[in-house]
């Protein structure tokens, strides 16, 4: 099983600054990964898939990449709506695992 | 538009059974690999199944291994999920969700989730 790790837990920023989340994994993935963005009350949605192509819809401010081992999400400026729960999914081999997520918190 | 929605979710003792359903719709259903996932009370995101796109292979979360079983019907263009023997730590949100290509990719359309309690 690939074993996902994201840093770090709890993230303070201000808005309109930048973000960086990390995402690893405990072996090479490839460019099998995805990040998902979720908000209390709210199922997940899909912001990246491939570590750095952006879903339908999602804004150019976030962008994502990485391959192998390594992952970064980088939300450009930070936007009210920004602030929720992040995750990272790889969906290189069965079973899919996530991270245990990182909460972007307003400073 | 695609649309997943979820259902089946209620109360039940440990060791009792539920039968989740999740029907689909906005897509070609029998095209898609589709899958469970599940969100404990203030946890994060845990993969619980999946299965191909015609049924014939189905994968399982070591922690669900031989309690859960996923199946589909593509003539209804339903996923559904039979959870036996539960326990304590099943307690959580079930959400279903589809792969982003008929191959396999990330979960781009998700359910807004049912809620499982297993509690006596």
């Known amino acids: 099983e690939v074993v996902m790790t994201q840093s770090p837990a709890t993230l303070s920023v201000s808005p309109g600054e930048r973000a960086t989340l990390s995402c690893r994994a405990s072996?090479?993935?490839?460019?099998?990964l995805a990040w998902y963005q979720q908000k209390p009350g709210q199922a997940p949605r899909l912001l990246i898939n491939?570590?750095?192509t952006r879903a339908t819809g999602i804004p150019v401010r976030f962008s994502g990449s990485g391959s192998g081992t390594e992952f970064t999400l980088t939300i450009s400026s930070l936007q009210s709506e920004d602030f929720a729960v992040y995750y990272c999914?790889?969906?290189?081999?069965?079973?899919?695992?996530f991270g245990q997520g990182t909460r972007l918190e307003i400073k | 538009e695609v649309q997943l929605l979820e259902s089946g979710g209620g109360l039940v003792q440990p060791g009792g059974s539920l039968r989740l359903s999740c029907a689909a719709s906005?897509?070609?259903?029998?095209?898609?690999?589709v899958g469970w996932v599940r969100q404990a009370p203030g946890k994060g995101l845990e993969w619980v199944s999946g299965?191909?796109?015609?049924?014939?292979?189905?994968y399982y979360a070591n922690s669900v291994k031989g309690r859960l079983t996923i199946a589909r019907d593509n003539s209804k263009n339903t996923l559904f999920l039979q959870m036996n023997s539960l326990r304590a730590e099943d307690t959580a949100i079930y959400y279903c969700?589809?792969?982003?290509?008929?191959?396999?990719?990330?979960?781009?359309?998700w359910g807004q989730g049912t809620q499982v309690t297993v509690s006596s």
């Open positions: 906005g897509f070609t259903f029998s095209s898609y690999v």
């Open positions: 299965i191909t796109a015609g049924g014939g292979s189905k």
């Open positions: 969700a589809k792969r982003i290509v008929t191959s396999g990719g990330a979960y781009d359309s």
């Open positions: 491939g570590a750095s």
């Open positions: 072996q090479s993935i490839g460019s099998t």
């Open positions: 999914q790889q969906y290189s081999s069965w079973p899919l695992t």
